[in-house]
């Protein structure tokens, strides 16, 4: 497996955030260090670097994790290794986070997990490839606070307080708005609360987070221009979505039937 397997992935919206996708097998990485925080899963095989003194291999099912500046290297201890790498400039933390203070860091290199680090990591490489702002927001954030609250020292937050006047003006302005590329700053900014906040306010108050609504609420306006009988490809471009896969993924999601199987059945 060739090095041009790797991919790094960047969102301009986002800037201090890249993930790289990690698939080779012979290209070994020499001493260096990043200015980020780095937040690692391997996929598959073993992956190996030195640090702190140190030689560490780090098995499937493991949890990569450094620290800005911690000078180490890397290599494949299988034949072939496959992770992601998320990482996340420091000084980019506090405003993610929503916190004055930014976390101790990781103590612990490569530590066993649950699953619900390295499950939340993927739900962030797909949006990365979708590069729909508002869901990638989402799920880092939430990713971000995970992390650092298992294995980085940060204290969890109590649960946000209701803010129902906010949450009805969240939600009237996706409905207005459903067709744009948003994200949770331009919101943040809009309605004057911090991204998190408005995440969990308006999970409490309608069961879902502001980007699922929004996909159902393109759903909705989908199946009333497919009953209209409008091709396929107009109808996801037009209503914001990433591709053709996606719309079909996101149309069977919320209804159970492809956008093409729902229309061919409007004519059977």
Do not use: W
Request: net charge positive; charged share 25%; hydrophobic share 40%.
């Amino acid at each position: 497996m060739s090095a041009d397997a790797n991919r790094l992935l960047a969102n301009a919206r986002l800037p201090g955030v890249e993930l790289f996708h990690a698939d080779f097998s012979g290209q070994p990485f020499g001493r260096h260090s990043h200015d980020a925080f780095a937040i690692g899963a391997i996929l598959s095989g073993v992956g190996g670097y030195q640090c702190r003194g140190a030689r560490h291999a780090i098995p499937a099912g493991h949890l990569s994790l450094m620290n800005p500046q911690e000078p180490h290297t890397g290599h494949a201890e299988s034949s072939r290794l496959v992770y992601r790498m998320l990482y996340i400039e420091e000084a980019r933390l506090p405003a993610l986070l929503g916190r004055k203070r930014l976390p101790r860091g990781f103590a612990e290199l490569n530590p066993s997990d649950d699953g619900a680090v390295a499950a939340g990591l993927a739900r962030v490489a797909v949006e990365f490839e979708r590069q729909d702002c508002l869901a990638l927001e989402t799920e880092l954030l939430s990713l971000l606070e995970q992390v650092f609250v298992r294995h980085g020292g940060l204290r969890a937050l109590a649960p946000a307080p209701r803010d129902g006047g906010v949450t009805a003006r969240l939600r009237d302005y996706l409905e207005a708005h459903y067709r744009e590329a948003l994200s949770l700053e331009q919101l943040g900014v809009l309605l004057q609360r911090h991204p998190r906040h408005l995440i969990e306010a308006f999970r409490r108050c309608y069961g879902v987070p502001p980007h699922t609504y929004l996909l159902q609420r393109r759903v909705r306006e989908a199946k009333r221009r497919l009953l209209a009988d409008e091709p396929l490809v107009e109808v996801a471009l037009s209503l914001g979505f990433y591709d053709q896969a996606h719309f079909s993924t996101t149309f069977r999601r919320f209804t159970g039937v492809t956008p093409g199987r729902f229309q061919r059945g409007l004519h059977a």
